[in-house]
């Protein structure tokens, strides 16, 4: 028998995991959203002042594996009922096959017909794994744990504090700095203007959306903490994308915007206007590098660098329509006489797609994107959005694809890989939700 002490012991360890796997089940889904939209904002401020490196994907990673386990444990392979969806089931099968066709490709341009490669294959492969493998095999346990406006309301909190800690911190580096430059953008060492711009959009995307439902008793949250804390989140965010002077973050905010006065037409609500109006004005007087005019300047530098990528590009496409030239796209943009900068992937995903593995490749690509637009608009039409959070998933998706077609390469993309299946997910929690009233 065990010793008195020994059994206190282990009953202490077995409460405290018991603890620690409700809050994992009641929280983790809020937790890991912040990760996955906001944490590479903290992290950056974290390794300026304390020096730890920033490692957002192993964060997100981390937070993934962890809720899969404990959701594993919890609920077995009852996630994996989602295979019987169609429309999931077509999403995911063309997500495989675009990157089967990605792998042999890569195996081929490495091994049988050996190419000089500018990012090396083995480079490529882990940023697949790391930063859009691992969190889709975790989805399934992800989403089946406890998902609901209150997360939303968590995750927009978090995100607040995420990106207000950046903004001083950005801020109190320029003050420190001897010479302050009139070109500075919102960024750190290990984080450029554009993640940063769309991280600061997604908190307004959040904002919006969450002032949609303030009044719909859909949280636990009461109405007023919701219009406070919607109002920081559209303030914050629009603080963000004035200082990080990001195009695309702007393009980004257009089709929620639109919803928005779509809504609004429909049944306009004061206070609503006004939660959004002064956060507006506010954002508007603070003092930024750039007025707000200069950053949609299309006529800079880094406009001009992408439009002679996009052209090169497509030249080489138009030569070898069908399979593309493959892996040799790399030292033919690396060739290319734009800037001192190491260029080797054309900053579109659609570009690179086709550069790589022609129309071949890119028709799983367009199945993917297709369906889940194709999903969107059934649920828009039919469903008429009912959940927060499936759409704040479709603005956060439609946001990486707007991000895709100017910056990141396709390993490097979770937004719009992940973010396109979060949809999925999010839309079939709808239909069960709805299917479960109607009952």
């Not at 994996?80 to 042999?104: A, D, E, M, T």
């Not at 033919?332 to 001192?340: D, K, R, V």
Request: some cysteine; overall charge positive; hydrophobic content about 55%.
């Amino acid at each position: 028998m065990l010793p008195f002490s020994a059994i206190i012991l282990e009953n202490d360890i077995l409460f405290v995991l018991s603890r620690v796997k409700s809050i994992v089940l009641a929280h983790g889904f809020a937790i890991w959203l912040w990760a996955f939209v906001f944490a590479r904002v903290p992290l950056v401020v974290i390794q300026e002042y304390f020096g730890l490196a920033s490692r957002p994907f192993m964060l997100i990673n981390i937070i993934s594996l962890g809720i899969f386990f404990l959701a594993a444990f919890d609920r077995g392979l009852k996630p994996l009922l989602i295979f019987k969806y169609r429309p999931f089931l077509i999403v995911l099968s063309s997500f495989l096959i675009f990157w089967l066709f990605y792998f042999f490709r890569l195996g081929f341009d490495s091994f049988i017909q050996p190419l000089i490669f500018i990012e090396t294959p083995f480079s490529l492969s882990k940023a697949f794994v790391v930063s859009t493998l691992v969190p889709v095999l975790c989805l399934p346990w992800i989403f089946n744990i406890r998902s609901c406006v209150d997360s939303l309301v968590i995750c927009s909190a978090l995100g607040n504090i995420s990106i207000f800690a950046g903004i001083i911190a950005f801020l109190n580096k320029e003050l420190a700095a001897s010479q302050i430059r009139s070109d500075l953008r919102f960024s750190f060492d290990d984080l450029n203007p554009i993640p940063a711009g769309h991280s600061s959009a997604s908190l307004v995307i959040f904002g919006l959306i969450l002032l949609i439902f303030a009044n719909k008793k859909m949280s636990s949250f009461g109405a007023n903490f919701l219009f406070l804390n919607s109002g920081i989140s559209v303030f914050l965010g629009l603080w963000g994308m004035r200082l990080s002077q990001t195009k695309s973050a702007y393009l980004a905010l257009v089709p929620v915007i639109i919803f928005c006065f779509y809504l609004m037409l429909k049944q306009t609500r004061y206070r609503w206007l006004l939660t959004v109006l002064v956060p507006l004005l506010l954002v508007w007087a603070f003092p930024g590098k750039r007025v707000f005019t200069s950053a949609l300047n299309f006529q800079d530098g880094s406009v001009g660098e992408r439009l002679e990528m996009f052209a090169a590009t497509w030249e080489w496409i138009y030569a070898h329509p069908y399979l593309g030239v493959g892996f040799n796209l790399q030292p033919i943009l690396n060739s290319l006489p734009i800037s001192p900068g190491t260029f080797w992937y054309p900053h579109n995903l659609f570009l690179d797609v086709l550069g790589i593995g022609g129309l071949l490749m890119l028709a799983p690509l367009l199945v993917f994107i297709f369906s889940i637009v194709r999903l969107i608009y059934l649920e828009l039409s039919f469903v008429r959005a009912r959940d927060p959070l499936f759409l704040a998933f479709v603005f956060l998706w439609i946001q990486s694809v707007l991000l895709s077609c100017f910056s990141g390469h396709m390993t490097h993309l979770p937004g719009f890989w992940v973010g396109g299946l979060m949809v999925v997910f999010a839309s079939i929690r709808e239909s069960n939700l709805t299917s479960g009233q109607a009952a």
